[in-house]
């Protein structure tokens, strides 16, 4: 006799994210399996420290630890609570067979230049925009901007980073400030922490 899996949903999530809590919740209240994937092995929330562990900066490895973790189970959804953590789950849910949107379209969405540039190539309408890189002279790479402008780090949502700034002098405070917050954040590569967007305010 061919065994049953039972049904389950997965939850990609930093550990830290206060999405956790909302979406258990929603879980219990749904009487559906929760199965959280998450690098938080230590954590004090039990779901996330019994789930299954992963590291975001190496998504194959990642996908291949959950393949192996979910074999009990018959995955119906593959849920990513956060910005960082929506690309991984579309590599995961693809590899179920599960409709969801590429990892590539998932990654342009989390990176606020790469929609810019994608936008832009598409003939939309966007607010002059640069990447800087915040270990070079800023001021070579300003060439043509007209201030006031908005700094802004790659990823991060919910407006944390962004500041406007009406001077380089702002400008150079700024981000300082911001660099300070990417700093703290764990699963974002070289690039990302070295790099801001900045963008005409309108």
């Known amino acids: 006799m061919k065994q049953v899996k039972q049904s389950c949903v997965l939850l ?6 206060y999405r956790i809590s ?7 209240q749904l009487k559906l399996t929760l199965l959280l994937v998450s690098e938080g092995k230590h954590s004090l929330i039990s779901a996330v ?8 900066d190496n998504p ?8 192996e973790a979910a074999t009990p189970y018959r995955i119906r959804a593959v849920i990513g609570t956060d910005d960082m953590s929506v690309a991984l789950a579309s590599r995961i849910a693809s590899h179920f ?4 949107n590429s990892a590539e379209s998932a990654r342009i969405t989390q990176r606020k230049d790469l929609a810019r540039q994608r936008l832009a190539a598409a003939g939309l309408a966007v ?3 640069r990447v800087l890189n915040i270990k070079m002279d800023l001021s070579q790479q300003l060439k043509g901007f007209q201030f006031p402008g908005v700094i802004k ?7 944390r980073g962004v500041i406007r700034v009406n001077s380089m002098s702002e400008l150079k405070k700024a981000v300082l400030r911001v660099a300070a917050i990417i700093n703290i954040k764990s699963g974002y590569d070289a690039y990302e922490t070295s790099h801001l967007l900045l963008e ?3």
Request: a negative charge; proline letters at 9%.
């Open 12 to 17: 990609v999530t930093p550990r830290h994210s």
């Open 22 to 28: 909302p979406y258990i919740k929603a879980a219990e």
């Open 49 to 56: 420290a019994s789930g299954i562990q992963i590291k975001f």
């Open 60 to 67: 194959e490895e990642a996908v291949s630890k959950v393949q």
């Open 97 to 100: 067979d599960l409709q969801a």
């Open 127 to 129: 607010p002059d925009f």
């Open 153 to 159: 780090p790659l990823m991060l949502s919910g407006s």
């Open 200 to 202: 005409s305010y309108l």
